[in-house]
Nanobody, 126 residues
Framework: QVQLVESGGRLVQAGGSLRLSCAAS????????MGWFRQAPGKEREIVAS????????WYGDSVEGRFTISRDDAKNTVYLQMNSVKPEDTAVYYC???????????????????WGQGTQVTVSS
């Protein structure tokens, strides 16, 4: 079992940057693939990025490719989402999630994630 707590969400101007963090507690964080999801008002939740348990492979949704970067620091039990060149359409509640899996690449993007954080609000003003 793993518990997840997101932080870093805030109001930011379009074109700016921010970094979200997701702190994990529990056992064997290194064996979990991690994902960042978001849900905007009136829309379904969507995955924006994933990273394998090893950190060696990542995958991004088309809408964030080239602007967002997912990374992990297993020594700190933390996964990050660096968000650059943000747009008003990036406004959403962002969630991190975990799944115990040896997936890699696009496989992690498609996984059903088992553990979720409470979310952090990102608002991008135009």
């Amino acid at each position: 079992q793993v518990q997840l707590v997101e932080s870093g969400g805030r109001l930011v101007q379009a074109g700016g940057s921010l970094r979200l963090s997701c702190a994990a507690s529990g056992r064997s964080f290194v064996s979990y693939a991690m994902g960042w999801f978001r849900q905007a008002p009136g829309k379904e939740r969507e995955i924006v990025a994933s990273i394998s348990w090893s950190g060696r492979s990542t995958w991004y949704g088309d809408s964030v490719e080239g602007r967002f970067t997912i990374s992990r620091d297993d020594a700190k039990n933390t996964v990050y989402l660096q968000m650059n060149s943000v747009k008003p359409e990036d406004t959403a509640v962002y969630y991190c999630a975990a799944v115990a899996s040896s997936c890699s690449g696009y496989g992690c993007f498609l996984m059903n994630y088992d553990y979720w954080g409470q979310g952090t609000q990102v608002t991008v003003s135009s």
